[in-house]
């Protein structure tokens, strides 16, 4: 029986999280920031964006990053039009981003961009250069 993941792919995502959680932390302590970015290039499926605010609701991570984070994944058009359908299914998911199902019915979001006060999604293929 193989694993669902691989202990690459797993090693990765441990990584990349304790450096995002470091980075989030240190300037979350800063007063003197007002907008923390976070830009994931070529995102695919990850799921940090909602990795972040779980923390947040739970104390783990301090609540001052609640309204000055901004999170912005970049990834091919299919594959942000798969991710922002699955978003708008999920109710854990799409909480995060909206407040009621209505707000999730009438999201005027194409169906491979996705615009929020903290969350974006934005179908680009940066080999694309001019």
């Known amino acids: 029986m193989y694993p669902i993941i691989n202990r690459g792919t797993w090693a990765r995502v441990q990584s990349v999280r304790q450096v995002l959680e470091r980075f989030l ?3 979350a302590a800063k007063e003197d920031v007002e907008k923390i970015q976070v830009v994931s290039l ?3 499926y990850d799921v940090s964006f909602f990795w972040i605010q779980d923390l947040i609701a739970s104390g783990a991570l301090p ?3 609640r309204g000055r984070l901004q999170f912005t994944e ?3 058009f ?8 699955t978003i708008k299914k999920t109710e854990a ?3 995060h981003i909206w407040n009621t199902q209505e707000e999730i ?3 005027v979001d194409s169906v491979n961009e996705l615009q929020s006060p903290h969350y974006n999604i934005v179908a680009e293929d940066l080999r694309k250069t001019d």
């Open 63 to 65: 609540e001052s990053l």
């Open 93 to 95: 998911l799409a909480k």
């Open 25 to 27: 932390r240190h300037y």
């Open 78 to 85: 299919d594959v942000t039009e798969k991710k922002i359908s």
């Open 42 to 44: 070529g995102a695919g």
């Open 74 to 76: 970049i990834d091919y």
């Open 105 to 107: 019915k009438t999201a």
